[in-house]
């Protein structure tokens, strides 16, 4: 039976803890819709599965003469296409077809976001949690509350609410536009054109790299030659430096000979 103060669970968790790409997509999801938790998405995902074995069913049993397949199939297209997750005159096939993504669209918070009531997915939560959005003047506190496509132009500020205000600083600016969750195609438009704008600026890093070359090549070769002209000088100083040593050297010697020549001759004058 269980306990009359906790409620079961409204969802099904996942079979396994740890799969990239489901948590992958999860986050993924969970910051384009500014949802508190993963919980809001398996709550999406067991509805979902609830309109799919639904139609199983029916399409199973399309054959059958019975009229209360036509009526069960009828009143489940009917409730999808008043919520806005199918079009008019769709099939039980299109049913098996739906994603998420359509059911995450028809929360109260994305919508009160894509109205420009606010000027985040997050700011949107919480002023639908504080009382400040209203459907149809009915104050509403669940940002999960699906609305239905009569109800979706019927969104505004609670009357008591401090927002209706226009000069309210919370409140987002006249000229605010709030960005719709669908965008692929542009985004893969800015990719494609992003690279080729990147090689024409790495084209030119090159071409200055090679201007700049010559100059930073002349500057060591100004070096070298400075260079080899000092190192041939130093050696001649040195050599000039022995012959001096050689040259008194010799002068010395000289002078010795002299003054042994001129004492026999002083002896000879002598004697």
């Known amino acids: 039976m269980g306990k009359p103060k906790f409620s079961r669970k409204k969802y099904e968790t996942p079979s396994h803890p740890w799969q990239e790409e489901r948590i992958k997509t999860e986050n993924d999801l969970r ?9 809001e998405i398996w709550k999406a995902q067991t509805s979902l599965r609830k309109y799919r074995g639904q139609a199983r069913e029916l399409l199973a049993k399309i054959g059958s003469e019975n009229p209360q397949v036509k009526k069960e199939s009828e009143q489940l297209l009917t409730h999808l296409t008043r919520m806005n997750m199918l ?30 009531l606010a000027s985040t997915p997050k700011q949107a939560r919480q002023l639908i949690s504080h009382g400040h959005i209203a459907i149809s003047e009915r104050k509403i506190t669940v940002p999960s509350y699906l609305v239905a496509k009569e109800e979706e132009n019927e969104i505004g500020y609670f009357a008591d609410s401090p927002l209706n205000d226009v000069l309210h600083p919370a409140r987002p600016s006249s000229e605010f536009k709030s960005v719709p969750h669908k965008r692929d195609e542009p985004q893969k438009a800015d990719k494609e054109t992003k690279p080729e704008t990147k090689p024409e600026k790495v084209k030119e890093k090159p071409e200055q790299e090679k201007k700049e070359e010559p100059k930073q090549e002349g500057k060591p070769i100004k070096k070298e030659e400075s260079v080899k002209d000092k190192k041939p000088e130093e050696p001649k100083k040195e050599e000039k430096a022995p012959k001096k040593e050689e040259v008194d050297s010799g002068a010395a010697e000289k002078s010795e000979k002299v003054e042994e020549k001129s004492k026999p001759e002083d002896a000879k004058g002598g004697n």
């Open 31 to 39: 910051k384009k819709y500014g949802l508190k938790n993963k919980r």
């Open 87 to 116: 079009p008019l005159n769709s099939n039980l096939d299109d049913v098996l077809a739906l994603l998420t993504e359509p059911i995450l669209s028809r929360r109260l918070q994305t919508l009160t976001y894509l109205k420009g």
